[in-house]
């Protein structure tokens, strides 16, 4: 019986090497004679030495692959053929020394099937063994005893075995009614047993169960693949994807194969050039993308020694290690790995696509009801024609004759609302070197281009599809380099090219009128009127600098020179375009890392953008960048900081920049309070008006200046008065406090909330005249949403804990400020500056590092002991990456302008943040 498998010639080392067969059977033999006839024992014996054979045929296929990152195939075929041997093993011991029959009648045969994944005999190091035992008619007891005689040596062996016993009439039956199983019966191999039955099965299997059953197999697994790709988050750019089950992943390859296998009985891949389903170059494609997958899946499963498929950020840097990946300059050795992880994704989906159209032709694939039921046909341009609803090319010929006619498919499907045929994709990829050098400096060129962004109403489409077929690269080399590009944090959802078309898809979105409640501002930029060409450009190009070693605004502006002339814009549009790929940061960092209630934040900004044209430009590119990187990125919180910073500074354009000073500020601030508390007398209004000093007026909105104002009213010295309120404007929640005033007062506060796992987005306290302190703090739970109003009660009894001394927050801190293991792989150099010009009153420090539970608490703590005055903090968080910036000033209330004291202070915030760093991690 252990003789039905041959030994292949195709694995990642010599056969004999992984499972010495000769040897086995020797020390077996030795074994078993030992254990006499008593079942325990003989169990106990062949699991002994299969266990050595199988612990060291994985250490020699491990240890092979480790040489041979890249060879997966003959991995995945050495790991199913280990197995193997070690299944014919245990079942000749089961039938021939456990269960032995010297005349069996007809009823008592079985046959043993490998089936599914290492039916194909393909496994990774971690796979199920997935086996069917099948017996000519109802199981009899002898069947029954070798099946769970085998299986109990499997187990014991701690194999993860997936086990069916069943006649072939059960798999016909069972077959017809569930698809999971008919798929696992599609790739059954014969491992050993009865040779006749299993030829019988194979022939039933094929005339009773597939045959004539294409179409709904063929739904069903289209169906199977659309819903494993929406569990799995439906996008092929996912920051952690899913190796098997994500879309462009393992899964769908094999889905393809299933296909194929169930039409044309195709035994192998290569079979799918032979039935006209791909190319000779889609079949290589196919076997690239394949085997990287499959050798990424390995290393997961050989670092984690569990089956687990997900490309976790930690994993992500351990197997483009092991793959011999390394960095290179701009970019980390994990991010040109996954770069290759995202290129081949996106090659899985180009074959997927081009084979579920071959099937549509061949009427195999149902068209979708709807589809059929309102289909017109659509008055499409002269030289194509619709096919299977399709845009598709008429004549191929008289198409290449021209190459601007590969953008005039683009836009072509734009204007008609049709998917492009995958024959036409083919046609243009097979021809992508038509795009050259003069067709790049062709006006006609260059107005189709800018047709495609500006005239049909979603760019993003024929982007996305010109990206795909790299078009986009070939008409725009310098696009090529950030193609698939994933950037290695947890701030960016998207690779850089998937992210510059979701910062266009926004801008599409806002100007079809669909954001004016989520974007009322941008909307009305839009609607008042601004350069589109410009705008579009500059969102094109703004992340183009990626991936080198420069800072990517300067080397995109560059670029941006370059490019935008070849695009067909004017000398004056080209400066404005570099100008916005240049500062597309500078109105984000000025509204989440700096203080908008300091008049200086506001004239500094105003200074750099100069005019009102610039301003409309970089707000709306700024909110289509912030909402392209995610999903959940943008929120109220973002929205209120830049919505305040474009008011505040379209003001100061029209009305002059002097009219930003901060006596006018509090002047107005005084007598908002007085009309808001109009029920006040004069006497408790004057009071309240004259114990603050002037920045408390200036930073703070008249809602929190009422709030206060009551908080203090009856205060007496001992009390803690505090407000907890939902800011829904802000997407957080706002607290309070009135206290008597002490040092470290916002230490201690920032100690409280991190106990309470709150998120400080904003902070701000003062002092005011007769000893009390008055501080404000915007907080946001882990969700990055406001808390809700039933949690607040606990809030606010933890933080009176703390400031009174019952809890010791840094003590409480040290259990609870670890990092989760998948983050522990991100690393973020810290850099600390100094500020003196940014304000008027305060040197503003900027601490840029890695951020972690606590790390504003020890940061302000750091502060208070070196006696420095903490006036407010501004927190902008981006993944693992946090900027705290604190307006502060000294004990005696100056600036600090010593560079000796400078070093000193970031020599001591440096130490708390390394210290905390190593406490995270342990």
Same mark, same amino acid.
């Given at each position: 019986?252990?003789d039905?498998v041959?030994?292949?010639?195709?694995l990642?080392?010599?056969?004999?090497?992984?499972?010495?067969?000769?040897?086995?059977?020797?020390?077996?033999?030795e074994?078993l004679?030992?254990?006499?006839?008593?079942?325990m024992?003989?169990?106990?014996?062949?699991?002994?030495?299969?266990?050595?054979?199988?612990?060291h045929?994985?250490?020699v296929i491990?240890?092979?692959?480790a040489e041979?990152?890249?060879?997966?195939?003959?991995?995945v075929h050495?790991?199913?053929?280990?197995t193997?041997?070690v299944?014919?093993?245990?079942?000749?011991?089961a039938?021939?020394h456990?269960?032995?029959?010297a005349?069996?009648?007809?009823?008592e045969?079985?046959t043993?099937?490998a089936v599914?994944g290492?039916?194909r005999?393909?496994?990774?190091?971690?796979?199920?063994?997935d086996l069917?035992?099948?017996?000519?008619y109802?199981?009899?007891?002898?069947?029954e005893s070798v099946?769970?005689?085998m299986?109990?040596?499997?187990?014991?062996?701690?194999l993860?075995?997936?086990?069916s016993s069943r006649?072939?009439?059960?798999c016909?039956?069972?077959?017809?009614?569930?698809f999971?199983?008919?798929?696992a019966?599609l790739?059954n191999?014969f491992?050993?047993?009865?040779?006749?039955?299993?030829?019988?099965?194979?022939?039933r299997?094929?005339?009773e169960?597939?045959?004539g059953?294409?179409?709904?197999?063929?739904e069903?697994?289209?169906?199977?693949?659309d819903?494993?790709?929406r569990?799995?988050?439906?996008q092929?750019?996912?920051?952690?994807?899913n190796?098997?089950?994500?879309?462009?992943?393992l899964?769908?390859?094999?889905s393809?194969f299933?296909?194929?296998?169930y039409l044309?009985r195709?035994d192998?891949?290569?079979?799918?050039?032979?039935?006209?389903?791909?190319?000779t170059?889609e079949?290589?494609?196919f076997?690239?993308?394949e085997n990287?997958?499959w050798?990424?899946?390995?290393?997961?499963?050989l670092i984690t020694?569990r089956?687990?498929?997900?490309?976790?950020?930690?994993?992500?840097?351990?197997?483009?290690?092991?793959?011999?990946?390394c960095d290179t300059?701009?970019?980390r050795?994990v991010e040109?790995f996954?770069?290759?992880?995202?290129?081949?994704a996106?090659?899985?989906?180009?074959l997927?696509?081009?084979?579920l159209t071959?099937?549509?032709?061949?009427?195999v694939k149902?068209?979708?009801?709807?589809q059929?039921l309102?289909?017109?046909k659509?008055?499409?341009?002269?030289?194509?024609?619709?096919?299977?609803?399709?845009?598709?090319?008429s004549d191929?010929?008289?198409?290449l004759?021209d190459p601007?006619?590969i953008?005039r498919?683009?836009?072509?499907?734009?204007?008609?609302g049709?998917?492009i045929?995958p024959?036409?994709?083919?046609?243009?990829?097979?021809?992508?070197q038509?795009i050259d050098?003069?067709?790049?400096?062709?006006?006609g060129?260059?107005?189709?281009?800018l047709?495609?962004?500006?005239?049909?109403g979603?760019?993003?489409?024929?982007l996305?599809?010109?990206?795909?077929?790299?078009?986009l690269?070939a008409?725009?080399?310098?696009?090529?380099?950030?193609v698939?590009?994933m950037?290695?944090?947890?701030?960016?959802?998207?690779?850089?090219d998937e992210?510059?078309?979701?910062?266009?898809?926004?801008l599409?979105?806002?100007?079809r009128g669909?954001?004016v409640?989520d974007l009322?501002?941008?909307?009305?930029i839009l609607k008042e009127?601004?350069?589109?060409?410009?705008?579009?450009?500059a969102?094109?190009?703004?992340?183009i600098?990626?991936?080198?070693?420069?800072?990517?605004s300067?080397v995109?502006?560059?670029?941006?020179r370059?490019?935008?002339?070849?695009?067909?814009?004017?000398?004056k549009?080209?400066?404005?375009?570099e100008?916005?790929?240049?500062?597309?940061l500078?109105m984000?960092?000025?509204a989440?890392?700096?203080?908008?209630a300091?008049?200086r934040t506001?004239r500094?900004?105003?200074?750099?953008?100069q005019?009102?044209?610039r301003?409309?430009?970089l707000?709306?590119l700024?909110?289509c960048d912030?909402r392209?990187?995610?999903?959940?990125?943008?929120?109220?919180?973002?929205?209120?900081?830049i919505?305040?910073l474009?008011?505040?500074?379209?003001?100061?354009m029209?009305?002059?920049?002097?009219?930003?000073?901060?006596?006018?500020?509090g002047?107005?601030?005084?007598r908002?309070?007085?009309?808001?508390?109009?029920?006040?007398?004069?006497?408790?209004?004057k009071?309240?008006?004259?114990?603050?000093?002037p920045?408390?007026?200036q930073?703070l909105?008249?809602?929190?200046?009422?709030?206060f104002?009551?908080?203090?009213?009856d205060?007496?010295?001992d009390?803690?008065?505090i407000?907890?309120?939902?800011?829904?404007?802000?997407?957080a929640t706002?607290?309070?406090?009135?206290?008597a005033?002490?040092p470290?007062?916002?230490?201690?506060?920032?100690?409280?909330?991190?106990?309470?796992g709150a998120?400080v987005?904003?902070?701000?306290t003062?002092?005011?005249?007769?000893?009390?302190?008055t501080?404000?703090?915007?907080?946001?739970?882990a969700?990055g949403s406001?808390?809700?109003?039933?949690r607040?009660?606990?809030?606010?009894d933890m933080?009176? @804990?703390?400031?009174? =001394?019952?809890?010791?927050?840094? $003590? &409480?801190?040290?259990?609870?400020?670890?990092? !989760?293991? #998948?983050e522990?792989?991100?690393?973020?150099?810290?850099?600390?500056?100094?500020d003196n010009?940014?304000?008027?009153?305060?040197?503003?420090?900027?601490?840029?590092t890695r951020?972690r539970?606590?790390?504003?608490?020890d940061l302000t703590?750091?502060?208070?002991?070196a006696n420095?005055?903490?006036n407010?903090?501004?927190?902008?968080?981006y993944?693992?990456?946090?900027?705290?910036t604190?307006?502060? @000033?000294?004990m005696f =209330?100056l600036?600090?302008?010593? $560079? &000796?004291?400078?070093?000193?202070?970031?020599? !001591?915030? #440096?130490?708390?943040?390394?210290?905390?760093?190593?406490r995270?991690?342990?």
């Amino acid at each position: 019986m252990k003789d039905a498998v041959s030994t292949p010639d195709n694995l990642i080392c010599p056969a004999r090497d992984i499972f010495d067969t000769a040897s086995v059977d020797a020390r077996l033999t030795e074994a078993l004679a030992s254990a006499g006839s008593d079942h325990m024992a003989v169990r106990k014996a062949v699991v002994s030495v299969l266990s050595q054979a199988l612990g060291h045929g994985r250490q020699v296929i491990a240890d092979a692959f480790a040489e041979h990152p890249f060879s997966a195939r003959p991995t995945v075929h050495a790991y199913s053929w280990l197995t193997d041997c070690v299944i014919l093993t245990a079942l000749d011991v089961a039938i021939n020394h456990m269960h032995p029959l010297a005349t069996p009648t007809n009823s008592e045969r079985i046959t043993v099937f490998a089936v599914g994944g290492y039916g194909r005999g393909e496994m990774a190091p971690q796979s199920d063994v997935d086996l069917l035992f099948l017996t000519p008619y109802k199981i009899t007891p002898w069947a029954e005893s070798v099946i769970e005689s085998m299986l109990y040596i499997l187990w014991d062996l701690k194999l993860k075995v997936g086990h069916s016993s069943r006649t072939i009439r059960d798999c016909l039956r069972l077959g017809a009614e569930d698809f999971t199983i008919r798929t696992a019966l599609l790739e059954n191999r014969f491992l050993a047993g009865d040779r006749q039955m299993a030829d019988h099965f194979r022939k039933r299997l094929w005339h009773e169960l597939f045959d004539g059953t294409e179409r709904e197999f063929i739904e069903a697994k289209l169906e199977e693949r659309d819903e494993r790709h929406r569990k799995q988050g439906g996008q092929r750019y996912m920051v952690e994807p899913n190796v098997k089950e994500g879309k462009g992943g393992l899964r769908d390859l094999q889905s393809l194969f299933w296909i194929a296998k169930y039409l044309h009985r195709v035994d192998s891949v290569a079979e799918l050039v032979d039935v006209g389903m791909f190319t000779t170059e889609e079949l290589d494609t196919f076997a690239k993308a394949e085997n990287f997958l499959w050798a990424v899946r390995c290393h997961i499963h050989l670092i984690t020694r569990r089956p687990t498929d997900q490309l976790t950020f930690d994993l992500q840097v351990e197997v483009a290690e092991r793959m011999g990946y390394c960095d290179t300059s701009g970019r980390r050795a994990v991010e040109v790995f996954m770069q290759d992880y995202f290129r081949h994704a996106t090659a899985v989906g180009d074959l997927t696509r081009i084979f579920l159209t071959k099937l549509e032709a061949a009427h195999v694939k149902s068209e979708p009801i709807l589809q059929r039921l309102f289909r017109r046909k659509r008055k499409l341009k002269d030289g194509y024609e619709e096919v299977h609803g399709r845009l598709a090319i008429s004549d191929d010929k008289q198409f290449l004759s021209d190459p601007l006619n590969i953008l005039r498919l683009f836009e072509e499907g734009l204007r008609t609302g049709l998917l492009i045929h995958p024959d036409a994709m083919r046609l243009v990829s097979a021809n992508i070197q038509l795009i050259d050098e003069d067709m790049r400096n062709d006006p006609g060129a260059q107005k189709l281009f800018l047709d495609l962004l500006l005239k049909q109403g979603n760019p993003e489409r024929a982007l996305r599809r010109m990206n795909e077929l790299d078009v986009l690269s070939a008409f725009i080399p310098e696009f090529e380099p950030i193609v698939a590009l994933m950037q290695f944090n947890m701030y960016h959802s998207y690779t850089v090219d998937e992210h510059t078309i979701q910062c266009i898809s926004n801008l599409a979105q806002i100007e079809r009128g669909e954001l004016v409640e989520d974007l009322p501002l941008s909307s009305s930029i839009l609607k008042e009127g601004v350069n589109r060409k410009v705008l579009y450009v500059a969102l094109l190009l703004h992340d183009i600098g990626k991936g080198r070693d420069e800072d990517h605004s300067i080397v995109g502006a560059q670029i941006a020179r370059k490019v935008a002339p070849r695009l067909g814009l004017k000398p004056k549009e080209v400066d404005t375009v570099e100008w916005l790929v240049r500062y597309h940061l500078l109105m984000s960092d000025m509204a989440q890392k700096r203080d908008i209630a300091d008049p200086r934040t506001v004239r500094d900004f105003a200074k750099a953008v100069q005019t009102k044209e610039r301003l409309d430009l970089l707000c709306v590119l700024t909110v289509c960048d912030i909402r392209g990187v995610g999903p959940n990125t943008w929120n109220n919180w973002k929205a209120s900081l830049i919505r305040a910073l474009y008011r505040q500074t379209r003001r100061a354009m029209e009305g002059g920049l002097e009219d930003l000073n901060r006596e006018q500020r509090g002047s107005d601030a005084k007598r908002n309070l007085r009309d808001a508390l109009d029920d006040w007398p004069a006497k408790d209004l004057k009071r309240e008006t004259a114990r603050h000093y002037p920045p408390y007026w200036q930073g703070l909105h008249v809602t929190a200046h009422v709030v206060f104002a009551r908080l203090l009213r009856d205060l007496h010295e001992d009390d803690i008065a505090i407000d907890l309120a939902i800011d829904e404007d802000r997407d957080a929640t706002r607290a309070c406090f009135a206290l008597a005033d002490h040092p470290g007062i916002f230490s201690r506060l920032a100690g409280a909330l991190a106990l309470v796992g709150a998120n400080v987005v904003d902070a701000r306290t003062y002092t005011s005249k007769d000893g009390f302190a008055t501080a404000a703090f915007w907080i946001q739970d882990a969700e990055g949403s406001p808390y809700e109003a039933e949690r607040l009660q606990r809030l606010r009894d933890m933080i009176r @804990k703390t400031l009174k =001394g019952d809890v010791v927050a840094g $003590e &409480a801190i040290r259990s609870r400020d670890k990092l !989760k293991k #998948r983050e522990r792989a991100f690393k973020v150099p810290t850099h600390i500056t100094f500020d003196n010009e940014g304000s008027e009153i305060y040197t503003i420090i900027e601490v840029d590092t890695r951020d972690r539970p606590g790390l504003l608490y020890d940061l302000t703590r750091t502060l208070a002991n070196a006696n420095v005055y903490i006036n407010s903090a501004v927190i902008a968080t981006y993944g693992e990456q946090v900027v705290d910036t604190f307006y502060v @000033k000294d004990m005696f =209330g100056l600036k600090f302008h010593s $560079e &000796a004291k400078q070093k000193a202070l970031e020599k !001591k915030l #440096r130490t708390a943040i390394s210290e905390g760093a190593v406490r995270a991690e342990t």
